[in-house]
C-alpha cells in the first residue's frame, strides 16, 4: 500500500512538472536579449548546480587540497591546510551550494579549525566572521563571472 502511494505521488509529481514546463513554454516569443542573459545567468547547469557559484568555490579553494568536489549534489569538501607562515594552526572547509540560482543564500560555507598543543591537534573555535569573508569572496566572485559571461 505504501508503495503504491508513493508511486501515485512520484506520478503526481511528474504530472505537475510537465504542465509547468508546458504553461511555460506557452509564454515564450519576444526576442528581448537582457531577458534571456538574466535568465541563463540564473538557471541551473549540466553539472546540478549554479555554475557561477561552483566555479567561484573551486576557485577560492584553490590553494587547498581537495578531498571531495561533488558538482551534483554541489559539496565540495578540503583536507586540511596550514599556512606556511603559521603551521601549528590548521583549518578545513566545506562549501556547500543549496540551490541553482545565483543567490546569497545558495551558499553555505562551514570551517573547521585546530591548533598544535604539545603535539596533538586540538579543536578550536572558527570566528563567524571568517566563514562569512569566505561566503562574500565566493559569491563576489561569482557575481564577476556571471557579469563577464553575459557581456
Not at 59 to 65: C, N
Not at 83 to 103: A, M
Request: net charge positive; aromatic share 6%.
Amino acid at each position: 500500500m505504501a508503495f503504491s502511494t508513493e508511486r501515485a505521488g512520484r506520478f503526481a509529481r511528474v504530472l505537475l512538472l510537465g504542465a509547468g514546463v508546458a504553461a511555460l513554454a506557452a509564454c515564450g516569443g519576444g526576442n528581448d536579449k537582457r531577458l534571456r542573459a538574466d535568465l541563463a545567468a540564473s538557471q541551473v547547469t549540466a553539472i546540478g548546480v549554479n555554475s557561477y557559484l561552483w566555479r567561484a568555490s573551486l576557485e577560492t579553494l584553490s590553494f587547498m587540497p581537495l578531498t571531495q568536489a561533488d558538482s551534483a549534489g554541489g559539496v565540495i569538501v578540503t583536507d586540511w591546510y596550514a599556512n606556511p607562515s603559521s603551521p601549528e594552526e590548521r583549518v578545513k572547509l566545506s562549501v556547500t551550494i543549496l540551490d541553482q540560482d545565483l543567490r546569497a543564500d545558495a551558499l553555505r560555507v562551514a570551517a573547521s579549525r585546530q591548533v598544535l598543543r604539545d603535539g596533538t591537534w586540538i579543536e578550536a573555535p572558527v570566528q563567524a566572521a571568517t566563514v562569512q569573508r569566505l561566503e562574500d569572496i565566493i559569491l563576489t566572485k561569482a557575481r564577476d563571472l556571471r557579469r563577464s559571461a553575459i557581456g
